[in-house]
């Protein structure tokens, strides 16, 4: 059984840029969620996609998109990057309604400068 | 609006003595709440979640809808259980299957 994958691990971006952070989901989830985890926060509900749509959002603006593929896997990206961007990006897999828990990856952490 | 809160931003305590970490929630509705633990470099990982009604490594949470809390206590602290603890509710309804954290409390628990 294969765990949640992030890439890449480590990236640094210049504001203004545009960003795609990829995640592989767990084996028989279907499901994935991305979540922002800013510096001494808890993670923050970015959306969730599920059959390749978006199933729910978070409050954030529309320039954080995302993208779901046949095999479950996802992206999420961010345009027009802004200082504030700069965090840990979580995904995490999950059935769809999260019955038997989600599965997190270890995250992207981008940096805005 | 689904809000968690944990008022400890840090918590330390001796190994073999009690912990308690709070978490209290806002939610309109039946929640299901969960504790998630973050190990030194390691990734988010589910500790133990309400409806199980169980311990995991000695820990145990109640849910308390009087209070709208779900705090987390061990009788006897260990070193190992030195890690950050994230409370979390997950939504219901329009807002399913989306988890709602608190900010985390680190733990540290010294020999």
């Known amino acids: 059984e294969t765990g949640v994958t992030q890439s890449p691990t480590h990236l640094i971006k210049t504001r203004g840029q545009q960003v795609t952070l990829r995640c592989s989901s767990q084996s028989g989830h279907n499901t994935v969620s991305w979540y922002q985890q800013a510096l001494g926060q808890g993670p923050q509900f970015i959306f969730q996609?599920?059959?390749?749509?978006?199933?729910g959002r978070g409050n954030f603006p529309p320039r954080f998109s995302g993208l779901q593929f046949p095999n479950y896997s996802s992206e999420l990206n961010v345009n027009a990057l802004e200082l504030d961007d700069s965090a840990l990006y979580l995904c995490?897999?999950?059935?769809?309604?999260?019955?038997?828990?989600?599965?997190f990856g270890s995250g992207t952490r981008l940096t805005v400068v | 609006a689904q809000r968690v809160t944990q008022p400890e931003k840090l918590l330390s305590v001796f190994k073999g003595a009690p912990v308690e970490l709070k978490c209290n929630y806002s939610y309109s509705g039946s929640p299901e709440l969960f504790w998630y633990v973050q190990y030194s470099r390691q990734r988010l990982q589910l500790l133990l979640r309400h409806i199980s009604r169980e311990s995991i490594k000695g820990f145990t949470a109640d849910l308390n809808k009087g209070e709208t809390s779900f705090h987390l206590k061990k009788p006897f602290a260990q070193e190992e259980d030195s890690a950050m603890y994230y409370c979390?509710?997950?939504?219901?309804?329009?807002?399913?299957?989306?988890?709602?954290f608190g900010r985390g409390t680190q733990l540290t628990v010294w020999p």
């Open positions: 979390a509710l997950r939504g219901r309804g329009s807002t399913l299957g989306r988890l709602y």
């Open positions: 995490a897999s999950s059935l769809p309604t999260g019955d038997y828990g989600y599965t």
């Open positions: 996609y599920y059959r390749e749509e978006e199933n």
